[in-house]
Structures are given as structure tokens and as C-alpha cells.
């Protein structure tokens, strides 16, 4: 295991509040776990609106781990939704092999594309300088 990552409480430019956390050890993903629990809790989401976060969490900061060594895990309040949250995992590793194989459901591991399906909105931005993936879940379904 590495070093425990940073965790930062700050505003977007819209003064929503947001948390960063620098994943760079298992223990982080535990310490993501509980961050989106937490934020799901403050804004009041329902408990299936929790778990999907909370399961997407878990599994984008796993992967980062796993195939890019850590990265940088962003959550916060949808602008617009009381009850919505945005994730946003970013790492600098080699990028996602065969994206759409992988959310079609080939290749290996399935979390990536489990958590498209529990997202109800999905970005994937993949490269060899890195990936970026943007999820949001809420009350209420789709944005």
C-alpha cells in the first residue's frame, strides 16, 4: 500500500460545496466510500440514490487503483438538483483498452460498466495520457 491520499472540502465557482480526494492507497477507497455517503446523507437522497453512489465510488476509485495507480476522485451537489450528485474520477494512466467493449460488458471486470448502469449520466474520456469519468445519480432518475 502507498500513502494515504488528501482529502480537500472547497466550493465550486458556483459556491456549491465539493470534497476531493487524492486516491492513492486501498484505504482511500474506503475513505471515497464515506465521503459520498456522507454527501449523499447532507443532501437528504434516498437510500437507492446512496448505494448507487456509494457502489460507483467504490468501483471507479478500485479501477484507478488497479490500472493507473491513483488518481484524483472530485464529488459534489448537480448545480441545478438538490438531490443529485456529480462524480468525477480523473487519473493519468495509460487509458482504457477497447472502451466500448468494455461498456458493452466484454472483457474483463464488469465494474466499469456497472457503473454506467447504475449512473444515469456516464462520460467516459480515455487516452493514453489518462481517463476521466463523470458520472451523476439522483432522486428522480435521469438529468
Known amino acids: ?60 476509485t ?12 472530485t464529488l459534489a451537489r448537480v448545480a441545478s438538483r438538490a438531490r443529485r450528485v456529480t462524480i468525477h474520477a480523473r487519473d493519468a494512466g495509460p487509458g482504457i483498452e477497447d472502451l466500448a467493449a468494455r461498456l458493452a460488458g466484454r472483457g474483463r471486470g464488469l465494474g466499469l460498466v456497472g457503473s454506467k448502469r447504475l449512473a444515469d449520466v456516464f462520460d467516459v474520456q480515455t487516452g493514453p495520457g489518462g481517463t476521466s469519468i ?6 428522480g432518475g435521469g438529468a
Open 62 to 73: 478500485r479501477n484507478m487503483l488497479r490500472h493507473a495507480g491513483g488518481g484524483e476522485l
Open 134 to 139: 463523470r458520472a451523476e445519480v439522483g432522486d
Open 1 to 60: 500500500m502507498g500513502d494515504v491520499g488528501d482529502t480537500t472540502q472547497r466550493r465550486t465557482e458556483e459556491g456549491r460545496p465539493e470534497v476531493v480526494l487524492t486516491v492513492a492507497a486501498e484505504v482511500d477507497i474506503v475513505r471515497a466510500r464515506h465521503a459520498a455517503r456522507d454527501l449523499c446523507r447532507r443532501l437528504g437522497t434516498s437510500a437507492v440514490t446512496l448505494q448507487r453512489v456509494v457502489t460507483i465510488v467504490s468501483e471507479l
